[in-house]
């Protein structure tokens, strides 16, 4: 049998096993594993657990100990993603299975204790409450460690980001005080029979190094990076000199971790004989803090589940964790038993997105909200998928910038929210200036994204109000730490420059007669948007970042059909290529009453206007893939 005709049938087969796990009799029987979930709400997370109120309380309080040490280690710090963050916990194996079935559908796989899922609307952690072991929930916590630290750093050195994670991943939680950096005596026996990696190897490990493999945490990188941090967090004159806030005020300043880690710990080999001879002491000392489980308690909130709402929380969760063959019976199922639920068609919704079946995504978030979500998921996504292109023209323009104004009122910490929101209203002369206060808000939202400070740089060029752009446009050269982003950053400067000159040249056309606004200033181009993203070359770009264009088509290659290549001529501006890898899979339109182009008329497609919706590729000698072409 072929491996695909293989794969085919194995996913056939667990899809019919699942279809058995949910059965579609809305029952109260007892073996019904949607029966006997309870939700509890702190300020933070919500839990979901069919373990019962009293272990839902115990996990969800955990998980306030555990953002309360990383907020009392790092005070300044943002400990709260704007992503809500749902836990599930499952009582036992049993009910741990049909979350993770491939853990359990190969012999000798690894059984996961617990796994955090990071998603772009919400986050996602899976626990089994029966897990055995002094630290069984280390891996969560770890992984929950480099989702607060990637919130607050985009270029955190990999020695930081994985120390930092165990430190946090090691930590001892209590009913009344729980303790951070408790020792691994792993890592201390690693390094005690391993020579240390010299300070400078370690602080130039990166994930392509040898000495860095993310499925074996038993190495000494991992154990000496935990070490490193272990002396920065917890020794007394370590913390009194303050050395970790001293390297990351270096590495911010020079961009260069050697120098951040020359000024702020001195000589890099004394350094790293001062950590030998920690690691070897027999004694260390801890962090301690003091919970306050009775006051916080007191404020969550409980209520039951019903089982398709159980069930429609599993199904989100394997599409968020790409469990798509899983998540569409389920969601199915979900449905049957309930049309009404909104956070079914939330969950359908971001399933299809996901699919890239984007009209369906669309109509299942309208839904949602018809239905009265109370969550910014599905307004967030209707304006996303509004301004990718499931529909056009200026009407579904308007309705985009209503529904993510509605996404960013009901969650104001939510950049991407605001970032698209900039972008719907740059498509229009009439909104276009308030395009760039959405874009700052992205940006203070999420400092660490280029996409968003490049987003900004050009809503500035858009507004005419150039040289503000050029200083973004200056940091983001100052900030660059690859050749690409360097290109990408003389570019926008290139641009900003091109921009003074065209506006110079309209101001003396017009001798100064008309105010600059009326004389053509400013719709960004689509072409100008190929600086907006970093990307891999040859990979196109899902997401928010797709743009729709008006031209006429110049030029056309249909050699290699269904395949074809089209220049687009633009009003302003270079002509755009763009690349369709099969014309049969994209959607086409045109007006009403008017036939659509066949691909056997290629040839003649020349001369005629169209609106292209694509998505930017790097690395090619087309600009980006079509996902959608409306012929006029």
């Not at 490049?454 to 858009?462: C, K, P």
Request: with cysteine.
């Amino acid at each position: 049998m072929r491996i695909r005709s293989l794969v085919l049938t194995l996913q056939s087969i667990t899809a019919a096993l699942l279809l058995l796990a949910f059965p579609r009799e809305s029952t109260r029987a007892a073996s019904d594993p949607n029966q006997g979930w309870v939700e509890v709400r702190t300020a933070h997370f919500t839990v979901a657990t069919n373990a019962g109120e009293k272990d839902g309380r115990r996990i969800a309080n955990q998980f306030e100990q555990i953002r309360a040490m990383f907020h009392s280690g790092f005070p300044n710090l943002r400990v709260d993603p704007a992503q809500p963050i749902l836990i599930l916990a499952a009582k036992n194996e049993s009910t741990m299975k049909p979350f993770v079935p491939e853990d359990w559908s190969i012999k000798g796989h690894a059984h996961h204790a617990g796994m955090y899922q990071e998603g772009q609307d919400k986050h996602y952690v899976i626990m089994r409450l029966d897990a055995e072991g002094t630290n069984p929930f280390h891996t969560l916590y770890h992984e929950y460690t480099h989702a607060l630290l990637h919130l607050n750093f985009s270029d955190l050195p990999l020695w930081l980001d994985e120390g930092l994670a165990e430190f946090f991943g090691n930590s001892t939680l209590g009913s009344k005080e729980s303790y951070t950096g408790t020792i691994d005596q792993g890592h201390l026996y690693l390094l005690s029979q391993n020579k240390l990696l010299p300070i400078e190897t370690l602080l130039e490990v990166d994930h392509q190094s040898p000495y860095y493999n993310e499925a074996n945490r038993a190495s000494v990188f991992y154990a000496e990076s935990w070490a490193v941090v272990h002396y920065l967090m917890v020794d007394p004159d370590a913390h009194q000199k303050q050395l970790l806030g001293k390297f990351f005020q270096a590495l911010e300043k020079s961009g260069n971790q050697l120098d951040a880690a020359r000024e702020a710990f001195g000589d890099l080999k004394s350094f790293g004989q001062t950590i030998d001879r920690y690691v070897r002491q027999s004694r260390f000392q801890v962090g301690l803090v003091k919970n306050t489980e009775a006051a916080e308690q007191a404020n969550y909130s409980v209520r039951a589940l019903e089982p398709v709402e159980a069930l429609a929380l599993r199904a989100d969760f394997f599409s968020h964790s790409n469990q798509f063959a899983l998540a569409k019976p389920a969601l199915e199922q979900a449905l049957q038993l309930d049309q009404n639920l909104p956070f079914a068609h939330e969950a359908m919704g971001y399933y299809k997105y996901r699919t890239d079946d984007f009209s369906g995504a669309l109509t299942e978030m309208r839904r949602c909200i018809e239905l009265g979500s109370k969550s910014f998921v599905p307004f967030f996504y209707q304006g996303l998928l509004l301004v990718q292109g499931a529909s056009h023209g200026s009407e579904s323009n308007l309705e985009a910038i209503a529904s993510l104004q509605k996404a960013a009122q009901m969650n104001p910490q939510f950049a991407p929210a605001f970032e698209t929101l900039a972008q719907a209203r740059m498509q229009s002369e009439a909104t276009k200036k308030d395009a760039v206060g959405s874009a700052v808000q992205a940006v203070r939202l999420d400092p660490g994204s280029r996409p968003y400070r490049f987003n900004l740089a050009y809503a500035l060029i858009s507004n005419n109000r150039d040289a503000e752009a050029r200083i973004v446009g200056e940091k983001l050269l100052e900030a660059a730490r690859t050749p690409e982003q360097t290109s990408m950053a003389q570019e926008l400067l290139n641009r900003v420059s091109q921009h003074e000159q065209w506006l110079a040249q309209v101001k003396a056309a017009t001798a100064g007669d008309q105010p600059l606004a009326a004389v053509g200033s400013t719709a960004i181009s689509a072409a100008d948007q190929t600086a907006l993203t970093i990307a891999e070359p040859g990979v196109p770009i899902k997401g928010p970042v797709s743009f729709g264009v008006d031209g006429v088509i110049s030029e056309i290659d249909c050699a290699h059909s269904p395949e074809i290549t089209m220049t687009l001529k633009i009003a302003k501006g270079a002509p755009m290529t763009f690349h369709i890898a099969d014309f049969r899979h994209i959607m086409a339109s045109a007006p009403d009453g008017q036939p659509i182009p066949k691909l056997e008329s290629c040839k003649q497609w020349p001369g005629r206007q169209a609106k292209v919706w694509f998505r930017i590729t790097q690395g090619q000698e087309y600009l980006g893939e079509i996902s959608k072409i409306h012929f006029f």
